[in-house]
């Protein structure tokens, strides 16, 4: 982490030929709209375009002790208008340059300048091919010109549609010689297309739609790679949208390039673009209307800077803005920030006196940052002091700034809160304690726990293990950065694993499950292998898939986030990202991974809770869902949607399995699922064998498997059930019945005749159960001993007396019961 020093002069102008001059031409009303400083840092030039006549003008001046004739260039009208001046350098001669001034009909003067003899003029040269043509931006890269010029179309008044596609991006090579200058031939990137600015990095050329461009060409930016002829389409909002390699001038034509993107394309939100410029690193940088800066990469992806505070930059006036070694410096509203890119972290500000500020090339000083004032030069030079030079203080300020935001979420009060007020205010004690920790187990790694109070030595010994993840993961990402081509692949892969790792014993809230649906499918294979680790999927000696990941993992697999909740932009829930993997790299597994997730949801979520996945989609239709979504059909599809449906064990799902058997005429799987699923339930068992008894009336295809179909039968079924069913579901002839055919496929009372033998002879359920009762060894129940009391006379007299009755054997009194 660098930290900026104070604002220092290096230089009143004085020290510039004609500084007087320099210094009337800044303090002016109208100020440059350029300043440019020569790759050796000892020219500056002045570029004036918009000004009273005479117009334009541009002036050069050099350091003192570099003798020579000056260079000021004034072009009256009705001259082209003054497109810009560019510093190439010379591909013959390294480390020697010269000075290209362009003019929108074309025309270039190549200037150079010679020690003791001055600015000489080395040839005029003429870019445009077309007449008509008109440059309206201008870059360089290299020894390369690339501009973007509007060609008008004959008709004048012709579609306005049409004439809007009237610019074109060209480039052409420069080379300066012994013999002089010379243009390599024209060379078109883009034609038929909308306005563009052209910026140029090292590498690549960014295309920024202008201002007055068509509102549905201003969502998007091009990306030129010269060396691959490559045209990437991105958009702030969506991220990388498309690539192509241009191989022919067809391709090349911007409507044909957008054939494929416009339904995307149409859905996005315009551009808040207020000033562009280029970094040290090759990135776009951006500022917003609302003055936030965001840093676009060569392959597409964009990420946000930092955002300026105190409001908006004034409409029509760019902000200043430049990169030194990893610092970013923007002037915007009198106030200079110093922020560091890696980690968007303001590291100061500083209040200016002075209104126009341009920033100077600094060759040699990647730690200085030099600005142009009125005033003189001034430079701000950094310095790296031994406390801050380790990341975990930067570490430590990010703790702060997330506490910040996470604060300012939860809190009732209109007023902000910063850093300042989070560290002096000692209300919230949780980032301190975090950053305490943080200090003392990152920065002193032998002593680690030494000056901490004792509370903070506890929770220091709870969060060692998540503090030893982090930082290993944190040099995992060094290492991709800084790693070969060829090594990152590997870097990659073990990256993904810990992330995936990591967010699975996280909250799955939408965020990571956004973050996890990107890593499937920017590295799916790399992400299939971190979820078999992280589940600790594998076969047993059986053959079977068995799993050991913990329940608080198969809750995030199982619950987290739902497709209602998470919307229809093409994310998806968690268990639909692993089946579509076991679909990829191993679909024999997808069946048993569903009958897995049943078991442990049944342990995890208590039967019919709403937050468990059983209370919501079944897991099998969930996984039945991900299988339609493939976009080719084939026979082992229908095989594992057989295999998806007879894994769940649910009834409909086995009867589903056992029609769409019966429909692909699968008559030996057939019986095989009858006779395994019938001993779930009785009253699956009776739905399976009433379809197999209708299919069996129908046609003699389960003839073969009848010995195995009839001791099916459930034992509720009777023989007038049986009759019933086949009568209903008999085929219907056109021809009269006869009592013999000679087809030999019609059902006869022969095929029947074991079926109703075996339900005649079948024992009815009320005999069985007084069967039960007859054979009960203590039949008749023995009677209760009777006790003999004797009664008194006058008791006995009163009493009536019973009839008179016959004594009868035991024998008779059973018979008597029974009868």
Same mark, same amino acid.
């Given at each position: 982490m660098k930290r900026a020093g104070t604002l220092r002069q290096v230089s009143d102008l004085s020290d510039f030929s004609r500084g007087h001059r320099l210094r009337e031409l800044l303090c002016q009303g109208e100020a440059p709209s350029r300043v440019l400083s020569s790759p050796d840092g000892q020219h500056l030039l002045v570029l004036q375009k918009n000004r009273p006549p005479p117009l334009p003008r541009v002036v050069a001046f050099q350091r003192h002790g570099?003798?020579?004739?000056?260079?000021? =260039?004034?072009?009256?009208?009705?001259?082209?208008?003054? @497109? $810009?001046?560019?510093?190439?350098?010379?591909?013959?001669?390294?480390?020697?340059? @010269?000075?290209?001034?362009?003019?929108?009909?074309?025309?270039? %003067?190549?200037?150079?300048?010679?020690?003791?003899? &001055?600015?000489?003029?080395?040839?005029?040269?003429?870019?445009?091919?077309?007449?008509?043509?008109?440059?309206?931006?201008?870059?360089s890269q290299g020894a390369s010109l690339v501009w973007c010029e509007e060609r008008p179309p004959l008709d004048a008044h012709g579609d306005s549609s049409k004439c809007a596609f009237r610019f074109c991006v060209c480039? =052409?090579?420069?080379?300066?010689?012994?013999?002089? @200058?010379?243009? &390599?031939?024209?060379?078109?990137?883009l034609h038929n297309s909308p306005e563009y600015q052209v910026l140029a990095s090292p590498q690549h050329i960014f295309l920024v739609p202008a201002a007055a461009g068509f509102a549905t060409t201003s969502k998007f930016l091009l990306i030129w790679h010269p060396e691959k002829a490559k045209l990437t389409i991105t958009a702030p909002s969506a991220g990388f949208v498309h690539s192509k390699v241009l191989r022919s001038s067809n391709e090349s034509?911007?409507?044909?390039?957008?054939?494929?993107?416009?339904?995307?394309?149409?859905?996005?939100?315009? /551009?808040?673009i207020h000033t562009s410029a280029v970094s040290n690193t090759g990135g776009l940088l951006l500022v917003s209307g609302k003055g936030a800066v965001n840093m676009v990469e060569p392959d597409g992806t964009q990420r946000r800077i930092f955002t300026v505070e105190g409001g908006a930059p004034t409409q029509g006036s760019p902000v200043p803005l430049k990169t030194f070694g990893g610092i970013l410096a923007c002037v915007l509203s009198g106030v200079l920030y110093l922020v560091d890119q890696s980690s968007g972290r303001v590291i100061e500000k500083k209040i200016l006196s002075m209104k126009e500020v341009h920033f100077l090339e600094s060759p040699g000083e990647e730690d200085s940052i030099q600005l142009l004032t009125q005033t003189g030069i001034y430079s701000f030079s950094f310095s790296r002091p031994e406390d801050s030079s380790t990341p975990e203080l930067c570490l430590v300020?990010?703790?702060?700034?997330?506490?910040?935001?996470?604060?300012?979420?939860?809190?009732?009060?209109? *007023?902000?809160?910063?850093?300042?007020?989070?560290?002096?205010?000692?209300? +919230?004690?949780?980032? @301190?304690?975090?950053?305490?920790?943080?200090?003392?187990?990152?920065?002193?790694?032998?002593?680690?726990?030494?000056?901490?109070?004792?509370?903070?030595?506890? /929770?220091?010994?709870?969060?060692?293990?998540?503090?030893? *993840?982090?930082?290993?993961?944190?040099?995992?990402?060094?290492?991709?950065?800084?790693?070969?081509?060829?090594?990152?692949?590997?870097?990659?892969?073990?990256?993904?694993?810990?992330?995936?790792s990591r967010i699975l014993h996280?909250?799955?809230?939408?965020?990571?499950?956004?973050?996890?649906?990107?890593? +499937?499918? *920017?590295?799916?294979?790399?992400?299939?292998?971190?979820?078999?680790?992280c589940l600790q999927l594998q076969q047993n000696g059986d053959g079977l898939l068995v799993a050991r990941a913990t329940p608080e993992v198969w809750k995030k697999v199982l619950g987290g986030p739902q497709q209602e909740e998470v919307g229809q932009n093409g994310v998806v829930p968690l268990f639909e990202l692993i089946c579509a993997s076991f679909l990829r790299f191993k679909p024999k597994w997808l069946p048993s991974f569903v009958e897995l997730t049943q078991q442990y949801a049944s342990i995890s979520w208590a039967y019919g809770n709403k937050e468990g996945p059983e209370g919501?989609?079944?897991?099998?239709?969930?996984?039945? &869902?991900?299988?339609?979504?493939?976009?080719? =059909?084939?026979?082992?599809?229908?095989?594992? %949607?057989?295999?998806? /449906?007879?894994c769940s064990k649910r009834p409909k799902a086995v009867l589903q399995a056992l029609h769409l058997l019966i429909r692909l005429k699968r008559w030996q799987r057939v019986v095989e699922v009858a006779e395994k699923f019938s001993k779930l339930s009785?009253?699956?068992?009776?739905?399976? +064998?009433t379809t197999l008894l209708a299919e069996f009336a129908q046609h =003699?295809?389960?003839?073969?498997?009848?010995?195995?179909?009839? !001791?099916?039968? !459930?034992?509720?079924?009777?023989?007038? $059930?049986?009759?019933?069913?086949? #009568?209903?579901?008999? !085929?219907?002839?056109?021809?009269?019945?006869?009592?013999?055919?000679?087809?030999?496929?019609?059902?006869?009372?022969?095929?029947?005749?074991? #079926?109703?033998?075996?339900?005649?002879?079948?024992?009815?359920i009320q005999d069985e159960i007084y069967s039960d009762a007859l054979q009960s060894p203590t039949f008749p129940p023995p009677a209760p001993p009777r006790e003999h009391k004797i009664p008194s006379k006058a008791a006995a007299d009163d009493a009536p007396q019973p009839p008179t009755a016959r004594t009868s054997s035991p024998s008779a009194l059973v018979q008597s019961d029974i009868v």
């Open positions: 570099i003798a020579g004739a000056d260079l000021e =260039r004034n072009w009256q009208l009705p001259q082209p208008a003054l @497109v $810009g001046a560019l510093f190439l350098q010379s591909p013959v001669t390294p480390g020697s340059w @010269v000075l290209a001034v362009v003019w929108e009909h074309g025309r270039t %003067e190549v200037w150079h300048f010679v020690v003791a003899v &001055g600015w000489q003029l080395l040839q005029t040269l003429l870019l445009c091919q077309g007449a008509r043509a008109r440059i309206v931006s201008l870059c480039t =052409r090579a420069l080379e300066v010689g012994e013999q002089g @200058v010379r243009l &390599g031939t024209v060379s078109i990137v034509d911007f409507r044909k390039l957008l054939l494929g993107s416009v339904g995307l394309l149409s859905g996005l939100a315009p /551009l808040d300020e990010m703790v702060f700034e997330e506490a910040c935001r996470y604060y300012q979420r939860r809190s009732l009060s209109s *007023s902000k809160l910063t850093v300042e007020k989070l560290k002096k205010g000692g209300v +919230f004690q949780a980032p @301190v304690v975090l950053t305490t920790i943080l200090q003392h187990s990152l920065c002193e790694k032998q002593k680690p726990a030494q000056g901490l109070q004792d509370t903070y030595t506890k /929770l220091l010994s709870t969060m060692c293990l998540e503090l030893q *993840s982090y930082m290993s993961l944190e040099l995992l990402k060094t290492c991709v950065v800084c790693a070969p081509e060829s090594e990152v692949e590997s870097y990659c892969k073990e990256l993904v694993e810990q992330e995936v996280s909250d799955m809230d939408k965020d990571n499950l956004v973050y996890l649906n990107s890593i +499937f499918t *920017s590295f799916p294979k790399a992400a299939w292998k971190a979820t078999r680790s919501r989609v079944p897991l099998y239709k969930r996984a039945l &869902g991900v299988l339609a979504r493939k976009n080719k =059909r084939s026979e082992a599809d229908d095989e594992m %949607e057989l295999e998806l /449906l007879l009785p009253l699956l068992n009776k739905e399976i +064998f =003699r295809e389960l003839d073969p498997y009848l010995d195995i179909l009839w !001791p099916l039968c !459930p034992a509720e079924l009777t023989a007038s $059930g049986i009759l019933t069913v086949v #009568l209903q579901h008999l !085929p219907h002839s056109q021809e009269d019945p006869v009592p013999f055919s000679s087809e030999g496929n019609h059902l006869t009372v022969g095929l029947l005749k074991p #079926l109703l033998q075996r339900v005649m002879q079948r024992p009815c």
